[in-house]
């Protein structure tokens, strides 16, 4: 009967997926770039190193790369009719070196014009730029600061539930989701802060995300629990004789985009541990036509580790669906007993970000 | 004289940019009202109906189209640009998709015409009598 019923299922699916409108879009990011400085940790015997992008381990050197902050995605979405669609992207990353793999696997089903429940693999929205973290066009920067978007697990299987209701003037909308993801040899514990295969387990994730918005204004709150399983080299790691952990992640953001003028806000605590993780971000960016000339400040504050990065730069809208970018950073890595990660750098960064 | 003629030819399509006109149309038999605020509403994903409860389907045109430029800067008041970076992030996370687009005001007007929920926008001079006009910007 199962076999039937699962026949008839792919059947129909089968059908459908012939008339099925499919959509596809993408985007893209060339960056090069490289250092102007650098301390390095002698400690650590690590050189002079911008660390651009802490999950996929993205740095710049003495020399031009165009690794770190390159990458391409690709996106399909058929609409199966009746609210019912099935996305994919694929995702190459030069600091992966281009190996492409689905970043985005989901399905989604209009329930009314309000709720949305979704179902597969995604990003977690935890920071504000985190689900879009790739689509560097949809940003002002060459990438939102490393010292906030410092947290080895990025993405999550599970099931999402988004909304989006209109209150007076103000527009409201959110999602709350729930998962697991099991990295089974994450690429910042095992290469940057170590030298072991990590296996990075967040389980019993439960998270929320609430958005108001309203003219030049959007303000949102985000907020995330999960519990810490690892294993390094095959043995699993304890933490005060306990197997797991549960970290606890909260932020808030507010965003003003108001007569050319822009002002991007985040602050964000992970508690983990019993220790806290802080971080914040502050830009600001003014728009002249094409032309926005951007400053930003970012910083991670804990006991051990504590960095933060000032930017400068430029984003040009040369062309309708193409954006060229130049940057500067000066990043100083203050950690203390061991807490260092990639030491002082200055770095400048360019190319161009597009979307198809 | 040529300085005059070049004189003369800015103001003039300085004075036609200035003066073109964006209708926002609905289908004839459509009996909503909507200003400003809310056809920005239905044209960022923020909303999907209109103010007395009936489906809305905001159609778009091309940015090939001159009439784009003007409905976002002038009811959007957002630049194309913008409006493509704020799509980007919607779509690439699964929380909203593009109204359709439409290549000309003919196209336009033809699919408005034959869409009960349909709301899309044309340069006000291609307004005729299969469409509806509820707002001009």
């Not at chain 1, 958005?211 to 519990?227: A, I, K, P, Q």
């Not at chain 2, 109204?99 to 015409?113: F, G, I, Y």
Request: charged residues 20%; hydrophobic residues 40%; glycine residues 8%.
């Amino acid at each position: 009967m199962k076999k039937v019923l699962l026949v008839t299922a792919i059947t129909a699916l089968c059908s459908h997926s012939v008339q099925a409108e499919v959509n596809i879009s993408g985007f893209a990011s060339v960056m090069g770039g490289k250092l102007t400085s650098g301390t390095g940790v002698p400690e650590f015997g690590l050189g002079p190193t911008f660390l651009a992008n802490y999950p996929t381990v993205g740095v710049y050197e003495d020399e031009w790369t165009f690794k770190p902050d390159s990458k391409f995605g690709l996106q399909m979405t058929a609409d199966l009719t009746e609210g019912l669609t099935a996305t994919v992207q694929l995702v190459g990353r030069g600091a992966d070196d281009f190996e492409a793999g689905f970043e985005w696997a989901y399905l989604s089903y209009e329930l009314n014009e309000h709720w949305t429940i979704q179902a597969g693999k995604k990003r977690l929205p935890l920071y504000y730029y985190s689900d879009f973290f790739d689509v560097s066009y949809a940003y002002l920067w060459v990438r939102p600061a490393a010292d906030n978007y410092t947290w080895q697990i990025f993405n999550y299987t599970g099931v999402n539930a988004q909304f989006n209701y209109q209150l007076g003037e103000w527009s409201m909308s959110g999602n709350m989701y729930t998962g697991r993801e099991d990295d089974g040899e994450n690429k910042l514990l095992s290469e940057f802060f170590g030298s072991q295969p990590v296996r990075e387990i967040w389980k019993d994730i439960v998270g929320g995300v609430l958005s108001f918005n309203r003219e030049w204004l959007d303000v949102r709150l985000t907020y995330m629990t999960y519990l810490n399983e690892r294993y390094r080299n095959g043995v699993q790691v304890t933490w005060d004789g306990k197997d797991t952990r549960r970290g606890k992640f909260a932020g808030l953001s507010a965003n003003i985009d108001y007569n050319n003028w822009l002002l991007l806000s985040e602050v964000n605590r992970l508690t983990l541990d019993g220790g806290d993780f802080d971080t914040y971000l502050l830009s600001a960016g003014y728009r002249i036509k094409q032309w926005t000339p951007y400053i930003s400040l970012a910083d991670f504050d804990s006991e051990g580790e504590k960095h933060s990065t000032i930017s400068a730069g430029v984003r040009w809208d040369f062309h309708s669906s193409a954006a060229f970018k130049f940057q500067f950073d000066d990043v100083s890595d203050d950690g203390i007993n061991g807490g260092q990660v990639a030491g002082d750098s200055n770095a400048v960064t360019l190319g161009i970000d597009l979307v198809f | 004289m040529n300085w005059f003629k070049a004189i003369t030819l800015t103001t003039a399509i300085t004075a036609s940019s200035a003066m073109a006109e964006v209708a926002v149309i609905v289908h004839p038999s459509n009996a909503a009202t909507v200003d400003q605020a809310e056809i920005t509403r239905l044209f960022t994903g923020r909303g999907t109906a209109f103010s007395n409860g009936s489906k809305a389907t905001p159609l778009n045109l091309a940015e090939s189209a001159a009439a784009r430029g003007e409905f976002d800067s002038k009811v959007l008041s957002k630049s194309s640009s913008q409006m493509k970076a704020y799509w980007s992030k919607l779509v690439f996370t699964g929380k909203g998709t593009p109204p359709k687009e439409l290549s000309s005001d003919a196209e336009m007007k033809a699919a408005v015409a034959a869409d009960a929920t349909a709301i899309g926008y044309i340069d006000a001079t291609a307004v005729d009598g299969t469409v509806k006009v509820l707002a001009k910007f």
